[in-house]
Nanobody, 120 residues
């Protein structure tokens, strides 16, 4: 099983940027797709963005559209989440997850998460 490890979280001021990485222990394209999710304290986990290799499609939830961008570097077996113009409400633990399903809408294999804190 290809494992996923997130990195790149940290503390940033509102309006700042961070780039999260999701690196696979093997070939990341062995998954049909990778998703980014986040969970804020006392809130349910929510979907942020996803990428699917079958048609190279990406999707971003409305609250981050225009600010966050998911991308991939298959040679590095890494999926990125570039986060710009961060807001305090973006504070959460961010997780990446992989799936072997088609369509790639349900994710079964999760990383350990990385904390993102946005100060006002």
């Amino acid at each position: 099983q290809v494992q996923l490890v997130e990195s790149g979280g940290g503390l940033v001021q509102a309006g700042g940027s961070l780039r999260l990485s999701c690196t696979a222990s093997g070939r990341i394209t062995s998954y049909t797709g990778i998703g980014w999710f986040r969970q804020a304290p006392e809130k349910e986990r929510e979907f942020v963005a996803s990428i699917t290799w079958s048609d190279n499609s990406t999707y971003h939830t409305e609250s981050v559209r225009g600010r966050f961008t998911i991308s991939t570097d298959n040679a590095k077996n890494t999926v990125y989440l570039q986060m710009n113009n961060l807001k305090p409400e973006d504070t959460a633990v961010y997780y990446c997850a992989g799936t072997f399903r088609m369509p790639a809408t349900i994710f079964d294999y999760w990383g350990q998460g990385t904390q993102v804190t946005v100060s006002s």
